[in-house]
């Protein structure tokens, strides 16, 4: 049966989550803030959550209609087929969120969005209560400007939680985020690549997973694999294949350091979890001391902010020395992530191109500064 499935995705990002979406051979039908919409079936929505690295969550789109009373709203709730996925002994825990709308009240959209879909199932099931001691169905009411469009959830944790983050430094790049920013470089594992402020390394691991074609979901649980909808040989095949597309014979010139031995220990824990450690070469050392014989390569990165008060100048310090640093490799391209918007005037250079993303709530630039495109004969030595 035909679905509608929504990949949801962090400000910015659409368009790639867009691109992995066609690429793993889905139509792509409306592409909006925060979501990309697309046609699939039930035993696509394991390989959906095994292989999307930038988007969020996978949802199914139950229905979408105008709500600007709570009577529209009950209405339109109960009319969609909540038989068809919930059982009789299912939980169904409703979330919501307005945004622009009538309906203003998320504790209230959500109790009626809960009250619509009990009277639905009262009239399939023949019975007056219902446990929820089963498989778990994540409803969502989500209103914007008027018009309410409701979900169920088919990941549970958000898709960043990869499984092999067991501990993370402090405010620790989303996995999501460091796996799109790696794309939007376009680095593909033919050329090195260092981070030198690397943190608990999830950049350098996630340019690993891409390099190798590791599915990022595949050491993850999701909550939909409890649902009956979903034929548990779906999941099965989805992880055979997971693994049987891993490139194995892919060596990767990945270099990962940061000035706190504690943290480059977490880094390489997180990389052995992964799958990754043999791929990337951690050091603790200061950025300073970052060097490559290779010509060619990229240094994309994520360094410290300074959003709390006092730390801002020894960043900005931080940031000049970068560009001194980073200028050394003068045939790299170089990609850095920040909310410090005198990042150019720091790093002595103004970017080729700058992108505006979030790190979680933070607004930040994703400034790009290109190298020159390696001669073809470079890739046959």
Not at 9 to 38: P, R, S
Not at 116 to 136: P, R, S
Not at 164 to 181: F, G, I, S
Request: aromatic content about 10%.
């Amino acid at each position: 049966m035909e679905l509608t499935l929504i990949a949801t995705a962090t400000f910015g990002l659409e368009k790639l989550v867009k691109i992995e979406v066609e690429n793993l051979g889905y139509e792509v039908t409306k592409v909006d803030n925060g979501k990309v919409e697309f046609k699939a079936e039930e035993r696509d929505i394991p390989i959906l959550n095994m292989w999307l690295r930038i988007a969020d969550r996978v949802l199914v789109k139950m229905g979408e209609f105008k709500a600007t009373t709570f009577e529209e709203l009950f209405q339109g709730v109960k009319k969609l087929p909540w038989h068809e996925w919930i059982g009789e002994n299912d939980k169904f825990p409703v979330n919501g969120k307005s945004v622009k709308s009538t309906l203003f009240s998320i504790s209230d959209c959500q109790a009626i969005t809960k009250k619509a879909i009990v009277e639905k199932l009262k009239a399939q099931y023949k019975v007056d209560w219902f446990k929820e001691t089963g498989a778990e169905y994540g409803i969502e009411v989500a209103l914007l400007k008027d018009v309410a469009t409701i979900t169920i959830d088919t990941s549970g944790v958000g898709l960043h939680k990869r499984g092999y983050r067991e501990t993370a430094n402090e405010a620790p790049l989303k996995e999501t985020l460091a796996a799109a920013m790696v794309m939007i470089s376009r680095w593909r594992g033919d050329r090195a690549l260092i981070d030198p402020l690397c943190g608990s390394g999830t950049i350098a691991i996630e340019a690993a997973m891409i390099g190798k074609n590791i599915a990022p979901g595949l050491q993850r649980s999701f909550i939909s694999e409890n649902w009956s909808r979903i034929p548990k040989q779906a999941w099965k095949d989805a992880r055979t294949h997971a693994l049987k597309s891993i490139r194995q014979d892919v060596e990767l010139d990945i270099y990962a350091s940061d000035i706190d031995p504690r943290t480059i220990k977490i880094a390489k824990d997180n990389a052995y979890n992964a799958g990754v450690d043999e791929c990337i070469k951690f050091e603790a050392h200061d950025m300073g001391k970052i060097h490559s014989n290779k010509e060619y390569g990229y240094i994309i990165t994520n360094p410290p902010y300074g959003e709390r008060l006092g730390e801002k100048a020894e960043v900005q310090r931080l940031y000049k020395r970068m560009g001194k640093v980073f200028d050394r490799f003068k045939t790299w391209s170089k990609y850095v992530i920040t909310s410090d918007e005198e990042l150019e005037k720091l790093y002595g250079k103004k970017a080729d191109k700058k992108r505006k993303l979030f790190n979680g709530r933070i607004k930040v630039d994703y400034y790009q500064f290109f190298g020159p495109k390696p001669p073809k004969e470079y890739f046959n030595k």
